[in-house]
Structure formats: C-alpha cells, structure tokens
C-alpha cells in the first residue's frame, strides 16, 4: 500500500510556471506507474500525464503536451509535475495517482487503473 501527498500547487498569472510535487510513502515506489489527473469546478477529473516504473516513458494529454512535463525520482519517492505557460483553463484540483500492477505494459490514462489516490492541491490560473 502507498500513501500519496501533493504539494506545490497555488495561484499563478496566465503564463506562469509552477511544480507540483507527489510525495509517496511506503519502499516499493519504483514498482508503481504514477499518474496526475486533475479536476476543474463542475467538471470530470481527466487525465494530464503519466510515466512509467523507470521514468523512461511517458504520456501526455493533448491540452498540456509542451507545456507540462512529469518526471520522477525514485530514490525520493516523488514524483513532479512542472507546469509552464499555464492557463486560465489549467485551474483546477490535480491529484496524484499511483497504479500498483506490475504487470501492466503501459502507463495507463484511465482513472480506473490506478489504485491510490493522494488528496489533491489547487492550482489557480488567474488571466
């Protein structure tokens, strides 16, 4: 079992950066694809990015291709999401996801694929 803990979100102007951090309790990090998902005000949570055990692969949504880029670090159970050139359509709640099946060849974009979920962090984009 793991327990996930963002952090780094915060209010930001149009054009702004920030970097999300994934903080991951537990020793087996690297057995776990991890994901970030986010979820604006009336709307359903969607997916944003992923990367693999390794950090060798990794996937993006279409609406944040080029701007945000998620990497992780093993030997401190985090994983990173940094945001640039950000938008008034990028506020929302982003939340951290981790999926424990080893056995599954890709990193997933469904939701229902990942088995832990940490709390969330807002990220504000004022235009």
């Known amino acids: 079992q793991v327990q996930l803990a963002e952090s780094g979100g915060g209010l930001v102007q149009a054009g702004g950066s920030l970097r999300l951090s994934c903080a991951a309790s537990?020793?087996?990090?690297?057995?776990?694809?991890m994901g970030w998902f986010r979820q604006a005000p009336g709307k359903e949570r969607e997916f944003v990015a992923t990367i693999s055990r390794s950090g060798g692969n990794t996937d993006y949504a279409d609406s944040v291709k080029g701007r945000f880029t998620i990497s992780r670090g093993n030997a401190k159970n985090t994983v990173y999401l940094q945001m640039n050139s950000l938008k008034p359509d990028d506020t929302a709640v982003y939340y951290c996801a981790a999926d424990s099946n080893i056995l599954r060849s890709s990193s997933p974009r469904l939701r229902r694929f990942y088995d832990y979920w940490g709390q969330g962090t807002q990220v504000t984009v004022s235009s």
């Open positions: 537990g020793r087996t990090f690297s057995s776990y694809a």
